[in-house]
């Protein structure tokens, strides 16, 4: 005779959704790094820590008879913003591009055919594990300086091939999240579908992409994130964006006490930018979380 099973039964598959939900909670939270949150009385106390600081500066700078700190920065925070911009600009055409051509090459990846499969696959695997900033080198000097079309010559500036040099990794990791968010929606959905008479594309494209963009939007906007965060790289390799700007601005000025209020008006500029893009990751992650 069956005995019933305990309300306190350790087999996680036989609990309610309810309780499935927080005892992975509960383990995640068990098992994770520790998390530091910053109250409101934490976030007051930096604040009256930052002004002090600030204020002292500025006393500094007065009374040796220099311009402020504040107000060189504001001098010089319209020519940084242009280069600010260039920031922006470049990692939004190399997430666009980044983003069409890793989804056609992770539905390579899940290919019937072997060879387009495997090809997919190293080509994913090389990309995703190279060093952005060597990759960054290899098109900004291998990459043709001009390029003739019909005829006519066309130079080919540095943030282009900067963006391209950013597009390689981008699409390696586009690749990964749709391979990885195909292969997450179960085998039987694909066998149900074959029963009613759809073609593998029609599958595809009307009843799992469908369901995978739930499972694709957080990590990709974690990646655009990460890439935001990645294009200063290209100053390294002469691109005039907000970090090459600040440096040149720092080498104008000549004055060492403009070293931190200038990156770090840089970075407060980043943080603004990549902030509300990492609450709203967290929010659709929470939203469109998939209980198994």
Known sequence: ???????????????????????????ERRYALPVVRLDGRT????????????????????????????????????????GFALNVAISLIAMGLGTMLGLFLGLAQISLLPPVRA?????????????WLVLLFYCIFVLPFRVTVFGQTFDVPNWLRATIGLTLPVMANVSEIVRGAVQSIP????????????????????????QCLKRMAPPWMNLYAILV?????????????????????????????????MYGALLLAFFVYCWPIARATQALERR?????
Request: charged residues 20%.
């Open 1 to 27: 005779m069956r005995r019933p099973l305990a309300d306190n039964a350790a087999f996680p598959v036989l609990l309610p959704p309810a309780a499935r939900v927080a005892r992975r909670l509960e383990e």
């Open 43 to 82: 976030m007051l106390v930096l604040a009256a820590l930052l002004c002090l600081w600030a204020g002292v500066a500025e006393a500094q700078a007065l009374a040796s008879g220099q311009e402020s700190v504040l107000a060189t920065i504001f001098k010089w925070t319209p020519l940084i913003s242009r």
């Open 119 to 131: 090809g997919s696959w190293a080509l994913t695997q090389f990309f995703r594990n190279a060093p």
């Open 187 to 210: 085998r039987g959905q694909w066998e149900a579908a074959e029963s009613l008479g759809y073609r593998r594309g029609q599958t595809l494209r009307e009843i799992i992409l469908p």
């Open 229 to 261: 965060m990645s294009t200063p790289l290209a100053s390294v390799v002469g691109v005039e964006e907000a970090m090459t700007l600040t440096r040149g601005a720092l080498n104008a000025e000549r004055r060492g006490d403009l070293l931190i209020p």
């Open 288 to 292: 469109w979380q998939v209980t198994t």
